[in-house]
């Protein structure tokens, strides 16, 4: 986990990012599909902020494998405001410099707390670029945290570590000259 030792800074930047987008969001959006082809939109919106409080849970020394990466959902105009908790929640759990060398179970294994945060910095950047295809309103993604999480997903996520229990597909193709972003996507396994 070398590409980002301190991803905290970054995390919040890509749920300051995600925020914005979902601002964007009208009820009339929420039962899309996405990228993500098991989740409408409204499905993936409580995935992204449940796993919000999963990295918090985390943060707070629980066991990721304790807590379902969901959350009730909100009212369809209640979306920015669960983001908003959850992302409180998130930077009060982390705040302790000490906790990014902590022993920390995440859903893939036990790793110091600094890969956890790098893990979910790589879900919610990739997860914005999920939201924005399925929106498709030219919401501009940033590049340079697309490029921290693809350097986070080609670090931990090499071709061949998928997979029986990895929840993501083989790399996909993608011309020499695709943006950030598609790249990072189809490191993940979307069809770009």
Request: charged share 20%; hydrophobic share 45%.
């Amino acid at each position: 986990m070398n590409a980002v030792q301190d991803a905290r800074p970054q995390y919040l930047l890509a749920l300051d990012q995600l925020e914005k987008l979902i601002a964007t969001i009208t009820p009339a959006d929420l039962d899309r599909p996405t990228p993500c082809t098991e989740f409408t939109l409204r499905q993936l919106l409580n995935h992204v902020v449940g796993g919000v409080h999963r990295l918090a849970y985390m943060g707070e020394g629980g066991r990721a494998a304790d807590i379902v990466p969901a959350i009730e959902d909100p009212s369809d105009q209640g979306w920015p405001a669960a983001l908003g908790r959850a992302r409180a929640r998130a930077t009060t759990a982390w705040a302790d410099d000490a906790k990014l060398g902590r022993p920390t179970s995440a859903p893939w294994g036990e790793v110091p707390g600094g890969a956890a945060v790098g893990g979910y910095l790589m879900e919610a950047v990739t997860h914005t670029w999920d939201i924005a295809t399925s929106l498709g309103n030219g919401f501009v993604l940033d590049d340079a945290l697309a490029h921290s999480a693809l350097g986070i997903a080609q670090a931990v996520l090499p071709p061949e570590a998928r997979g029986e229990g990895v929840p993501f597909g083989r790399v996909e193709p993608v011309a020499e000259d695709a943006d950030v972003h598609t790249r990072l996507a189809a490191w993940l396994g979307r069809r770009v």
